[in-house]
């Protein structure tokens, strides 16, 4: 497998001088001879014409497919981090402090001018915020979050500082964990009669299915969660510990899937998370009316210090995810380049194709 | 361990000896006996024991020295360097992703040579414990090879093989010879004879030998095999007799005894300074261009890489200068992090750069480079189009080095003798007085064309004549070193001619002498054998002849002739002497030497080689005088080449001339065809030769290197004579730069037209003038540029008259001349090996003058025939093939690392890696090794018989083309595109959105994989562009790598790995693929990739075609309109 010349030319005693096979007649194939049978495919202007034609025909109808999905699907966006002195939010972002027990709250009014009719997805957007930075990437213990009892009681060395609080093991252990987004996040529909409806909001199905129900387990099973996790302690910036994240025992401990979700870091500073699902109830009303929306936020998420900013999106899905026109604008534009490419091939197929000919 | 113990010692005895009694030349006791007192005491040294040590490992040292042999090549240290920076910092990828190639790399390099050392070890031991005889107080006694040492007089039994240097002291052969092959140093399976010294070879039992009362002065070992030179001091009644020993006395290691019943011999070089040991160093690494130009692209790379670090530190830095941002709440550092200086954080940093890019240089280049040219030069020896049936040999290659060098050529410089000619002599014609005499050409039992029966011997004229003629064909039999091998088992080559009747050969190392003897024998003088110093030959009337041989003045070819002096049995002593017409012609004094010269002249024209014989009557008187001069010669241990050459210039003088002897060499088959596919080719064919200018011009006219149409520019003597050098010198260059200037001023489209083109034929003398450096006069320092610059203009040069040495020399002045063009050398003979060492590519023909050619060489053919397709087609193949392989390989690491590079500037210059660590750490092993390193075994552009049919094709790839700096600029740029695309494609599809019908969002490795699959398909598909030969191992492999791939992602994604402490990418390759718009973007991704080299491969395809091109089209249609 390895190449003679890592060795430097040591002949061995018993080799004779100029190293030949002598006589033996190797066995002749045509592998041997470098005459194997073999396709022998030229790219010219002729054979590849069709073939710039096929892709701008097939690439321009995809993408103009993906176009109009795209535009079908409504989405909206909603800043709520109170930069501004008008943000009703303003306040609780100036006035954050980690150790005040008393959330602060505010409420956003918006406007819904189309009504919303598949189920709708609500997520939070943060702003240049580095889940992706390599020390916060990799300040985690899989194998804690996995359930596994020794990484419980002894985080891997990778979740510094964030591993141990007051000499207890933390559980979970980490940055990415410490800094779970912990916002909550209500929406209200403002009936016109005057009366103010709260959206129910589906807390599960947000998380991959597979990241729930195998990379994620609870140490010892999901029930009896406190006695679970004796002996560690919550992260520093939670204000509960990890198995009274949620009272579904379903939904609690390591696979809670606001926390799973979290856990997924994102691949760019300004990403968005799937916070909520609005179910369709019927075919008959949408699920969000074209209306008045109130969205109640507690806040206890602090991003001002890194210039950071926090969004609630509310979007609808189709077959290819979420609003995201660049995909169709991609696939017209290189169809049309392509089919433009086509022509000028065939152009200069028809004038100098023949001059190769010739000249052979 | 012990093997320790005893190089150590031979080291610290010869520092020793090196340091304090350093002589030029060693005294052995023949059987350790000390010599009589009173004679000059020697200072007795330290010999090494028989103990031969080729292996270069002991258990104990081999992976200390191992490691330390692998780590001094760059690249292993490299990477060695970068493992460590990753174990000893904290960085972005784990140690394994470049450890894990680098100790499969060194591990796989450690098994084989551990192996190879292992066989080496038990060769060595096989060899060194085999049972030697040895004589002590008259008994035989049985010795490990290992222990003998210097001075043992030693037994060796036909065919055994010598265990040390030896000097030959007696024989049971009665004259005191011996015959040896020495097949297994150098090829040479021809049976040469060693002479015993004059004064032992008389002692033939063990009681006798072990009686012998000697000392021997030699030397120290050097290593050329055919050089030695001693004296021996026997001791008659404390009297010390010396005698000259020379190589024929000197048995070397390695080499059979043959033919002999046994000898006994005294061992003077034991162990590893054997000739044979010391012939085991390696020969120089040439390197070819192709690896020059791979060494500047890593140095550019080299500079990407350490660029893109520090620019990634700086910007590092500068960002985070904002404490907000270096560590903002959610991310903060340990305290140990925070309470280190800036400078090592930020030496760290860059460190950790370093080591997330370092990808962009790869191990596996280096292991598929020598992979491709280890595997790739099994095609080379395969071939069956250059094996020759008569030999039975293929092609042979000693270096795999050099393969696309092949394809490189510009210069090619040629032998005749045995190159471009069979080296198959046949007698056509002897010429006494005056008078021609042709036998009836009888060659192989065939009559030959032409020469029709003109046998002139019955008319020859008058009883004087008759005793002129009947003394010239005595002088040819009796001139030669021709020996009769009575037995019909020569193995290998068969020098000479069968001989018909008898079941006997003529051998010889020179096969002129074999057509000489032969040639004489048609005319009825047969050469018989040389039995006890007698040579016999069979005269015309069945009588035998017999004649002592007294000397022989071997043949040189500063000389270039030899003699023989003799004592016919009626006790007239002559010596005769032949050899080239100018070398004799000067020394005759009688003689008709103006017809003789008249027909060898004549000769010469029609390509025939002559030589000349003359010969000189000795008185008794005389020949004691040559006999001191010769022998005070063969005493000295200094210069005693010299002294001889100056004894035998005195005594081959005051000759009579005798007559001349013309004897063909034809050409090799297609030899012709071959030298105009040369040229055609763009390649410069240069004859260099020994031979007169006469005849080597015949052959240049007839193996077509220059055509009717050629104008002949000569430089030689005997134009210097007429003018000063300098003046033809600036003539010639004149007349050349004349016809050029006007050529390119007229119109240069038509070059190939009429235009005459210009030969050059130059001898020896005059290039020694020509390359003398300057010394009176400043003009003389530019000859050199001169003679280049009409070279440059030549198309076809000969040289004639050149001595060994020349051929290097002129060989170097055109590898150093400014364009710096690639240099072939193509030879058979000894005479050959030092222009063979100096070009870039030195090819050995497997000829009739031994083994030497061959095993100096780089690559072996058996006929000059091959060397067509050697160049045409496997250097074609080998240099498209090496510099696909190594562009592909920069463009693939490129796009690679690109994203990776970008991605640092959305993740705040953390280091953070885009690929997943295997992804890091398969990408170059497994997933885009394979296909590339087949396409570079496998590729054929255009089909071979194409290659061998038009040479032009040839010129396509001259001058290193495909690795010119554009070519790699445009592949960089390439990669860089690819990479943005990839990278930005990723980008604003990964921008703020779901990729999923259920809303669910991707985190940064479905990012990272979701580039990586565009990527390994891309880089895939570019190299199925770039092929154009698709063989069903072609398809497996590409179409596999791919599925490789995805099966393996799958693999990777689908279960929890218990030993991995991250989970990172489970379920992330899956889930990309259940998302129709990653499919969506993966293929439009890949299209969008690969779209600009198509529409460049195909807009310059119909634009600017290259030949190439043309070709393949051609082809194409050519197939079309058969079907």
């Known amino acids: 497998m390895m190449p003679t010349s890592y060795e430097d ?130 300040s985690r213990d ?219 | 361990m012990g093997m320790d113990f005893s190089t150590l010692r031979t080291l610290i005895s010869r520092y020793c000896v090196g340091e304090e009694n350093w002589v030029d030349s060693r005294t052995v006791y023949i059987g350790h006996k000390e010599p009589p007192p009173g004679t000059e005491a020697f200072i007795q040294q330290r010999f090494p024991d028989n103990r031969i040590v080729s292996c270069k490992y002991t258990f104990w040292n081999f992976i200390p020295k191992n490691m330390f042999e692998q780590f001094r090549r760059v690249a292993n240290f490299y990477f060695l360097v970068i493992f460590l920076v990753q174990l000893i910092i904290d960085t972005p990828t784990s140690p394994i992703t470049s450890g894990l190639p680098l100790f499969f790399v060194i591990t796989v390099t450690a098994i084989k040579q551990g192996y190879e050392d292992w066989l080496r070890h038990k060769a060595d031991k096989a060899v060194n414990e085999c049972p030697v005889q040895v004589v002590q107080n008259g008994k035989i006694i049985c010795k490990q090879s290992r222990r003998l040492r210097v001075g043992d007089v030693v037994l060796v039994k036909e065919d055994e093989t010598f265990p040390c240097d030896l000097i030959l002291l007696s ?56 050089k030695f030179v001693g004296r021996i001091n026997v001791y008659m009644n404390n009297e010390p007799v010396a005698r000259p020993l020379g190589s024929e006395n000197l048995l070397l290691r390695g080499a059979t005894l043959k033919n002999t019943e046994h000898i006994y011999a005294v061992a003077i070089y034991t162990g590893m300074e054997t000739k044979m040991a010391l012939n085991y160093q390696s020969k120089s690494q040439k390197r070819s261009a192709v690896e020059k130009s791979m060494n500047a692209y890593l140095v550019v790379y080299l500079c990407i890489l350490i660029s893109k670090a520090v620019i990634n530190t700086g910007l590092k830095y500068l960002w985070q200068s904002d404490p907000n941002r270096d560590e903002p709440w959610y991310n903060e550092r340990t ?63 000693n270096t795999s080095d050099l393969n696309e060098e092949l394809g490189q050529v510009e210069y090619v410089f040629t032998d005749k003798t045995g190159t471009l000619t069979e080296n ?182 029609e390509g025939l080689r002559t030589l000349c014989v003359a010969y000189r009557p000795l008185s008794p008187e005389q020949y004691q005088q040559v006999c001191h001069q010769l022998s005070g010669a063969k005493l000295a241990l200094q210069d005693r080449d010299k002294q001889l050459a100056e004894a035998y210039d005195i005594i081959e003088r005051d000759l009579i001339l005798l007559g001349a002897t013309a004897v063909e060499d034809r050409l090799q088959e297609k030899a012709a ?128 008259r050149m001595a060994p040495l020349q051929k290097a020399q002129i060989v170097k002045m055109i590898k150093a001349s400014k364009e710096h063009p690639i240099t072939l050398a193509v030879g058979d003979g000894a005479n050959d090996v030092s222009m063979i060492l100096e070009a870039h590519v030195g090819i050995g023909i497997m000829g009739k003058e031994g083994r030497q050619a061959v095993r100096n060489s780089d690559y072996a053919i058996p006929k000059f025939k091959h060397l067509k397709k050697m160049l045409l087609v496997h250097g074609h193949y080998y240099y498209i093939r090496i510099s696909e392989l190594v562009q592909y390989f920069f463009y693939k690491n490129v796009v690679f690392m690109f994203p990776q590079f970008i991605y640092q500037f959305f993740c705040g210059f953390s280091q953070q890696p885009l690929y997943d660590t295997a992804y890091l750490t398969l990408y170059n092993i497994s997933f885009t090794s394979l296909p590339i390193l087949l396409y570079s075994l496998m590729e054929q552009h255009i089909n071979m018989d194409i290659l061998k049919k038009d040479p032009s094709l040839y010129k396509d790839i001259a001058k290193n083309c495909l690795l010119r700096w554009p070519i790699f600029i445009y592949w960089t740029v390439l990669g860089v595109y690819d990479a943005m695309v990839m990278f930005f494609g990723a980008y604003f599809l990964f921008d703020n959105t779901s990729f999923t019908s259920n809303g669910q969002m991707f985190g940064n490795w479905t990012f990272g994989t979701l580039v990586f ?58 889930q990309m693929l259940s998302s129709g718009p990653a499919w969506l973007s993966i293929i439009l991704l890949i299209t969008v990739c690969l779209l600009p080299d198509v529409v460049k491969k195909v807009i310059w395809r119909a634009l600017w075609p290259t030949t190439t091109e043309k070709i393949q089209v051609g082809a194409i249609t050519s197939m079309e309109t058969l079907d």
């Open chain 2, 424 to 605: 198959n002599m046949e007698f056509i014609e002897c010429c006494v007085d005056g008078h021609v005499y042709i036998p009836h050409a009888i060659c192989n039992g065939q009559v030959m064309p032409g020469a029709s029966s003109i046998d002139m011997i019955d008319t020859s004229p008058g009883p004087d004549a008759r005793e002129r003629e009947e003394l010239f064909f005595r002088a040819l039999c009796l001139c030669h070193t021709v020996q009769v091998k009575e037995e019909e088992t020569v193995d290998g080559i068969k020098h000479g001619i069968h001989q018909g009747k008898s079941s006997s050969f003529y051998i010889s190392s020179s096969p002129d002498e074999v057509a000489l003897v032969e040639g004489m024998k048609r005319l009825g003088f047969t050469y018989l054998r040389l039995k006890d110093g007698q040579m016999e030959i069979l005269n015309r009337d069945d009588e035998v002849e017999r004649f002592e041989l007294l000397e022989v003045l071997t043949f040189d070819s500063v000389r270039r002739r030899m003699s023989v002096i003799v004592r016919a049995g009626s006790g007239e002593m002559y010596l005769f002497c032949k050899g080239a017409d100018s070398s004799i012609f000067p020394r005759v004094i009688k003689g008709k030497v103006e017809q003789v010269k008249a027909r060898v002249e004549l000769n010469a024209v």
């Open chain 1, 142 to 360: 899989d194998s804690q979050l996995n359930g596994n009892q020794e990484s419980l009681k002894d985080p891997s060395k990778e979740c510094e500082p964030y591993a141990w609080s007051s000499s207890k093991p933390i559980a979970p252990c980490g940055a990415i964990a410490n800094s779970m987004f912990n916002d909550t996040l209500e929406l209200f529909y403002n009936d016109p009669n005057g009366s103010k409806v709260q959206i129910p909001l589906t807390a599960t199905g947000i998380a991959w299915w597979t990241d729930k129900h195998v990379k994620f387990r609870n140490p010892g099973g999901n029930e009896n969660l406190p006695a679970a996790f004796q002996g560690t302690t919550k992260p520093v910036n939670w204000h509960w510990p990890v198995y009274e994240l949620d009272s579904d025992p379903e939904n609690n401990g390591f696979i809670n899937e606001d926390f799973i979700v979290w856990m997924r870091t994102a691949a760019l500073p300004t990403f968005r998370k799937l916070y909520r699902i609005i179910q369709r109830k019927n075919n008959m009303v949408p699920t969000l009316p074209r209306g008045n929306y109130t969205l109640e936020v507690v806040y206890n998420y602090p991003v001002r210090s890194f210039d950071g900013r926090k969004r609630v999106i509310l979007s609808t899905i189709s077959w290819m995810g979420g609003k995201n026109p660049f995909l169709g604008i991609a696939y017209i534009t290189v169809g049309s380049v392509c089919f433009l490419l086509g022509v000028v091939l065939l152009i200069i197929h028809h004038k100098y194709g023949s001059r190769n000919n010739i000249a052979t």
């Open chain 2, 673 to 800: 065809d071959t030298i105009e596919s040369l040229h055609q080719a763009g390649m410069k064919v240069w004859v260099l030769t020994g031979d007169k200018m006469e005849t080597a011009a015949a052959t240049c006219y007839a193996s077509k290197l220059f055509r009717r149409s050629t104008q002949i520019l000569e430089l030689t003597t005997k134009r210097t004579e007429e003018q000063s050098l300098h003046d033809v010198l600036f003539d010639l260059s004149r007349t050349v730069l004349r016809h050029y200037g006007g050529m390119s001023r007229d119109n240069s489209s038509s070059l190939s037209g009429d235009c005459t083109d210009f030969g050059l034929i130059i001898d020896g003398a005059t290039l020694s003038a020509v390359m003398r450096p300057g010394q009176e006069d400043s003009n003389s320092g530019n000859y050199k540029e001169i003679f280049l610059e009409i070279c440059r203009n030549c198309s076809a040069v000969l040289c004639c």
């Open chain 2, 171 to 226: 024989s049971s052969r009665d004259d005191g010879t011996c015959y040896v092959t020495t097949a297994s140093l150098d090829g040479e399976s021809s049976h040469k004879t060693y002479y015993a010294v004059q004064d032992t070879k008389a002692f033939t039992t063990e009681e006798e030998v072990s009686c012998i009362h000697a000392t021997i002065e030699c030397e120290q070992p050097q290593p050329d095999l055919y």
């Open chain 2, 1013 to 1070: 699959t565009v990527l390994v398909f891309t880089v895939t598909f570019k190299l199925v562009l770039d092929t154009h030969y698709w063989t069903w191992i072609n398809h497996f492999v590409i179409w596999g790598s791919l599925v490789f791939f995805v099966v393996f992602s799958l693999l990777w994604g689908g279960i929890i790995w218990p030993f991995l402490n991250y989970q990172r990418m489970y379920y992330v390759f899956m």
């Open chain 1, 9 to 138: 030319g040591h002949i061995s005693v018993s080799g004779a001088g100029g190293g030949s096979m002598p006589g033996k007649k190797p066995e002749n194939t045509a592998f041997k001879q470098q005459r194997l049978p073999a396709w022998q495919p030229v790219l010219t202007a002729g054979t590849v014409l069709p073939a710039f034609f096929i892709i701008g025909l097939i690439f321009i109808p995809i993408g103009i497919g993906l176009y109009v999905t795209s535009m079908n699907i409504k989405e909206f966006q909603i800043d709520y981090t109170g930069v501004d002195m008008s943000s009703p939010c303003y306040n609780c972002s100036q006035n954050f402090s980690w150790n005040s027990s008393r959330p602060c709250a505010c409420s956003l009014p918006f406007y819904l001018d189309q009504p919303y009719d598949s189920n709708v997805f609500m997520y939070y957007g943060l702003s240049n915020f580095y889940q992706n930075h390599r020390r916060y990437v990799k």
């Open chain 2, 335 to 397: 305290d140990t992090e925070r309470q280190r200086h800036i400078l090592i954080r930020a030496f760290t940093d860059f460190l950790a750069f370093m080591v997330l890019f370092n990808y962009i240089i790869p191990v596996s280049m280096y292991v598929t480079v020598e992979m491709q040219k280890f595997l790739g030069s099994y095609f080379i020896m395969w071939d069956d189009e250059m094996l020759d049936e008569e030999l039975g040999e293929r092609a042979v290659v």
